[in-house]
């Protein structure tokens, strides 16, 4: 009978234990290539999800393709195998700027399900209200009919399944100073109800850099589907030399800190991690005074953290920091222990926009996906905009995060540049902890190869 993961891991522990060589390595890769028509973002960052749904026997994924078009295929379960892929565009290609899908890569697509079983993706999402499309049999990617607007700007949707079966979407209202919202709906997607939840830049200004101050955010949702846990990082708009890097940096270097909150849905009512009720809409003020976990002292934060619950619903993070340099990067652990928030580091990375996925096992112990790498420049041009690393890479810790070990690399490829770890979404009840999905390429001017990782026993 094939060792679960989790036996696996117990039992590397008890050979590093023994032989004092730490973490073994090999683990037998099973990353299935499924795509190589990337283009950049062709696998979205954290602030945006999922990009991947498993409806019974079947996964479906979707992905930005290299002119800028959203794509998706469908993996069977049972014969680890693909469909051909399907441009979802097909027919609307009238009703569409194709230069605009080229040029801007917030336009890659997310995939969900309703709780009658069809699909849905949303993509062409930035300041836009996107195309928002649903599959015409359930369970069934083969074809699509447009459904419902909820907003008239979008950007980064994130979408869950919350209580009493309701759909959330967590997006950005219009530009980098725009606020977030989350639209919720009990119909299946037919009507939505928008709330606002954070503006750092509201009135009144009175906070550090308020005036220009914007955020990127992350978010997770508790297993009973009542609260909406909320992390996020600040985004400077406007110059503001770096003392620590005795440089102004540029867009997306000038993101710093990292902070929480989470919202009761069924109230509306948000609160801090202390619980305290805060006002809404988060302003910079409240955000510092009230929801600060991470003054990261002018090094960057610039993507935001991956966001993993325990069986308490507390939060725990993951995510990449500068140090030396503004690029030079190492990934942290962040965890709240006793009133206070511990940092507790995991290994270093070349570039402060390096994915990270954080999962949590039944035995407690702590997986961390990363893309890692050491020793080259990183060009950030074309394809290699926003970093890459040489490997992706699994981390453990059974010791509720103090301390960490690389238990295996997983890099398909050796020679590509690789970003963007995703989680499968289990019908949005959660993510299937034998699946993941990232995507690689040769070079800038390259397309992206995208990879499932089926860890399931064969």
């Excluded at 993509?123 to 015409?136: A, Q």
């Excluded at 509201?202 to 308020?210: C, I, K, N, S």
């Excluded at 220009?212 to 400077?236: C, E, M, P, Q």
Aim: charged content about 25%.
């Amino acid at each position: 009978m094939p060792l679960s993961r989790q036996t696996k891991i117990s039992l590397l522990f008890v050979s590093a234990t023994i032989f004092g060589l730490g973490l073994l390595r090999g683990e037998e890769r099973q990353a299935i290539p499924f795509a190589n028509n990337g283009g950049l973002k062709m696998l979205y960052d954290n602030r945006m999800y999922p990009q991947a749904v498993a409806v019974g026997e079947s996964v479906h994924i979707v992905w930005r393709g290299a002119e800028g078009f959203p794509y998706c295929a469908t993996y069977d379960l049972r014969t680890r195998r693909f469909s051909d892929p399907q441009m979802l565009l097909a027919g609307l290609e009238d009703q569409i700027d194709a230069k605009k899908y080229k040029s801007d890569h917030h336009f890659a697509p997310v995939i969900w399900t309703d709780p009658k079983g069809y699909l849905h993706t949303l993509f062409g999402c930035h300041r836009t209200p996107g195309i928002h499309l649903v599959s015409d049999k359930p369970g069934n990617a083969e074809h699509w009919s447009r459904a419902p607007d909820f907003s008239e700007s979008i950007s980064y949707p994130k979408v869950h399944r919350i209580y009493d079966d309701k759909t959330l979407v967590y997006s950005r209202y219009s530009g980098h100073l725009g606020f977030w919202q989350y639209h919720i709906s009990d119909d299946g997607g037919r009507g939505w109800k928008g709330h606002s939840l954070i503006n750092l830049a509201a009135d009144p200004q009175d906070g550090a850099h308020a005036a220009y101050a914007g955020s990127y955010n992350t978010t997770a949702v508790s297993a009973d589907g009542k609260r909406l846990h909320v992390a996020f990082i600040w985004k400077v708009e406007d110059p503001v030399f770096n003392k620590r890097y005795q440089a102004y940096l540029h867009d997306h270097t000038q993101r710093y800190n990292l902070y929480y909150l989470y919202v009761d849905l069924p109230t509306g009512k948000a609160f801090n991690a202390d619980g305290v009720e805060l006002e809404l809409p988060l302003r910079k003020k409240t955000a510092d005074k009230n929801c600060l976990v991470w003054d990261t002292d002018e090094r960057v934060a610039a993507v935001g953290p991956s966001i993993c619950l325990d069986d308490q619903d507390r939060p725990h993070f993951v995510l990449p920091v500068s140090e030396e340099s503004p690029l030079d990067s190492r990934f942290s652990f962040v965890s709240r222990k006793d009133g206070a928030w511990l940092k507790s580091p995991i290994t270093k990375t070349l570039h402060p926009f390096n994915a990270s996925h954080l999962e949590l096992d039944e035995n407690g112990g702590f997986h961390a996906y990363l893309v890692v790498g050491s020793g080259e420049k990183v060009v950030e041009e074309k394809m290699d905009e926003y970093g890459w690393g040489q490997r992706v890479e699994e981390w453990v810790s059974s010791d509720g995060g103090a301390n960490w070990s690389l238990f295996r690399d997983l890099t398909p490829e050796p020679g590509l540049r690789y970003q963007n770890v995703q989680f499968v979404s289990d019908d949005l009840e959660g993510g299937l902890k034998d699946l993941l999905l990232f995507y690689g390429w040769e070079g800038p001017e390259s397309k992206g190869a995208a990879y499932l990782l089926d860890d399931r026993p064969r």
